[in-house]
């Protein structure tokens, strides 16, 4: 072999070890890229699955936040004690001797069960005085922000003989329930 042989196998020798070289060299960092230019795509999907779940997220707040500001307007709080001495303070109005005579609170009978959660404390209240008067007491129990329930009303007339004209008091026994939801419950927790 000549050298000019020998120059062409070194120099071709040359270029395939420089190849095989760079070949050996980017061939990893190509397949590594490739792998990361898959898992960019999932994640770029994946920012917009999160952007879509984020507007979705937004929406249920402000449907939640809806939601309790009506729930606050519209419906009564369910406390988790009876409190009847707080409800009889609420409810009782000044015995004037004109509009009301009388006024007398009774704890009706124990506690009934509403439903798992709920339970119902009757209270019966008797006025007797003017419709006017009574009619107070029904306009302060719708007014209560608590959930009480008027399950009963019974107005009689309490006229006697000696009456004056336009005098004659009535006598109103109204059936309250008391609702609450005691403690240990979940509607009380």
Request: with cysteine.
């Given at each position: 072999m000549n050298r000019r042989n020998i120059e062409g196998w070194a120099l071709a020798a040359t270029i395939?070890?420089?190849?095989?070289?760079?070949?050996?060299?980017?061939?990893p960092e190509w397949t590594q890229g490739t792998a990361m230019a898959t898992e960019v795509t999932e994640?770029?999907?994946?920012?917009?699955?999160?952007?879509?779940?984020?507007?979705?997220?937004?929406?249920?707040?402000?449907?939640?936040?809806?939601?309790?500001?009506?729930?606050?307007?519209?419906?009564?709080?369910?406390?988790?004690?009876?409190?009847?001495?707080?409800?009889?303070?609420?409810?009782?109005?000044?015995?004037?001797g004109r509009r009301v005579h009388d006024q007398t609170f009774t704890v009706a009978d124990a506690p009934s069960a509403l439903s798992e959660h709920y339970e119902a404390l009757p209270l019966q209240l008797e006025v007797v005085g003017e419709f006017d008067g009574i009619w107070d007491v029904l306009e302060q129990a719708e007014s209560l922000p608590r959930l009480v329930r008027v399950s009963g009303l019974d107005i009689?007339?309490?006229?006697?003989?000696?009456?004056?004209?336009?005098t004659?008091?009535?006598?109103?026994?109204?059936?309250?329930?008391?609702?609450?939801a005691p403690r240990g419950t979940r509607g009380g927790e």
């Open positions: 395939a070890a420089a190849a095989g070289l760079t070949w050996m060299m980017t061939w994640l770029e999907r994946k920012i917009v699955d999160l952007a879509g779940a984020q507007d979705t997220l937004d929406a249920a707040t402000e449907r939640l936040r809806i939601a309790g500001a009506r729930q606050g307007a519209e419906c009564r709080e369910v406390p988790p004690i009876a409190d009847v001495a707080g409800l009889m303070q609420a409810l009782s109005l000044e015995v004037d009689t007339s309490t006229a006697r003989q000696d009456d004056a004209p336009g004659k008091p009535l006598r109103a026994v109204l059936a309250l329930d008391v609702v609450y």
